[in-house]
């Protein structure tokens, strides 16, 4: 595992989108934790979608910061249910609105399995690999 702290803040944002409490209280209520200045779900889109290749093509992120087809499967998942979002409402709306609708379940649904499969894997394992910002990841997977 090459990036260890972009698996961290993958499991962090899988994490946030498997728990709609959490949600409302970051998100709608704005209640954020000690050392965190925003937390929203455009943070977490920007890194599914634009600053990794999790929307396009995650097995590219295998041995980066992800273990194996079965991780990149599961993240796959999370990325159509928020799609099916956007298909069905825009990209323009508010979190509270899109945290509001009945296609929501299905991203809380995939975040979960996706959370649960990624964390358990992780179980025992103290990882020693170096990080990068997420938004730097695509020139180390380049050429893959």
């Avoid at 959490?22 to 704005?30: E, G, T």
């Avoid at 990882?127 to 893959?144: A, C, F, M, N």
């Amino acid at each position: 595992m090459r990036y260890p702290n972009m698996r961290n803040e993958l499991l962090e944002h899988l994490r946030t989108l498997a728990d709609v409490e959490l949600q409302q209280s970051r998100w709608v209520q704005k209640k954020l934790p000690p050392g965190i200045q925003l937390d929203d779900l455009d943070c977490i889109i920007h890194f599914l979608f634009d600053d990794t290749p999790q929307a396009e093509d995650p097995e590219r992120a295998i041995d980066y910061f992800l273990k194996d087809k079965a991780e990149a499967l599961a993240v796959t998942e999370v990325v159509a249910a928020i799609n099916k979002v956007f298909d069905a409402y825009g990209t323009e709306k508010k979190d509270e609105e899109f945290i509001s609708t009945p296609e929501w379940s299905y991203v809380v649904g995939a975040a979960q399995r996706a959370y649960e499969a990624i964390n358990r894997a992780d179980e025992g394992c103290v990882s020693t690999g170096r990080s990068i910002p997420s938004r730097q990841i695509e020139k180390h997977l380049e050429g893959r």
